[in-house]
């Protein structure tokens, strides 16, 4: 299985971000070509080692990274990758990592 977790920063304007990321950005994200499952985990959200608290993370589920790098070179996943920028103006904003399951 492949993942995608994005962690966001804390924004300057949570409410702003907010109606942005869950109106626009979710319900467009969802239209991913293998897209299997989408969860949000806000808040709270407990940081173990130093630094910042992120204000949301994000997993989406496809069934490998090919096919994460797929969905997102489609139409939909450009659309994506344009609206990140709306609620996550700068690269630091967001921290993206893409991997494959493995089961020990």
């Known amino acids: 299985m492949g993942k995608m977790l994005v ?3 804390k924004p ?11 109106n626009v950005h979710v319900p467009l994200a969802k239209r991913l070509a293998g897209l ?3 969860e949000v985990s806000k808040g709270p959200i407990m940081l173990l080692s ?16 090919a096919d994460i790098r797929e969905a997102f070179a489609s ?4 659309a994506c990758a344009a609206d990140r ?3 996550a103006h700068d690269d630091g904003d ?3 990592l893409l991997f494959d399951k493995t089961v020990l």
Request: hydrophobic letters at 35%; one cysteine or more.
């Open 12 to 22: 300057a304007d949570p409410a702003a971000f907010d109606k942005q990321y869950f």
């Open 75 to 78: 139409e939909t996943g450009k």
């Open 94 to 96: 967001c921290m993206i």
């Open 50 to 65: 130093p630094g910042d608290t992120p204000y949301l993370v994000a997993t989406l589920y496809f069934d490998s990274v």
């Open 7 to 9: 962690i966001c920063e």
């Open 36 to 38: 299997r499952r989408y």
């Open 85 to 87: 920028r709306v609620f």
